[in-house]
């Protein structure tokens, strides 16, 4: 399977930005999906996950209210809206895929994208 992570760059802090992660090469509904994020010099984060008929999410405390995660299974495109982005979100985005439900866990998804960067100045 791959995954390729698109829609970072660099934003105002209070902007926002729309991540993209493109699946192939497998059953992308039948997987829960997640974002991760890792600043500099700190270990990579849950960021929220998604159910593989994208009916249930959860998310980190630090991002509830503020990012919303979906998915579009007929174009195997997980997404991540960040709104009122604040200077502590700025790290590298991983899109991941897993097959436990629910898991805020790193070792629970077996595949990563590349990641992408987002930068949030003030």
């Known amino acids: 399977v791959q995954l390729q992570a698109s829609g970072g760059g660099l934003v105002q802090a209070g902007g926002s930005l729309r991540l993209s992660c493109a699946a192939s090469?497998?059953?992308?509904?039948?997987?829960?999906m997640a974002w991760f994020r890792q600043a500099p010099g700190k270990e990579r984060e849950f960021v929220a996950s998604?159910?593989?008929?994208?009916?249930?999410?959860g998310y980190a405390d630090s991002v509830r209210g503020r990012f919303t995660i979906s998915r579009d299974n007929a174009k195997n495109t997980l997404y991540l809206q960040m709104n009122s982005l604040k200077l502590e979100d700025t790290g590298v985005y991983f899109c991941?895929?897993?097959?436990?439900?629910?898991?805020?866990?790193?070792?629970?998804?077996?595949?990563w994208g590349q990641g992408t960067q987002v930068t949030v100045s003030s």
């Open positions: 991941a895929s897993g097959s436990v439900r629910y898991s805020t866990t790193k070792s629970d998804y077996h595949y």
């Open positions: 090469g497998r059953t992308f509904s039948g997987y829960e």
């Open positions: 998604i159910s593989g008929s994208g009916t249930t999410a």
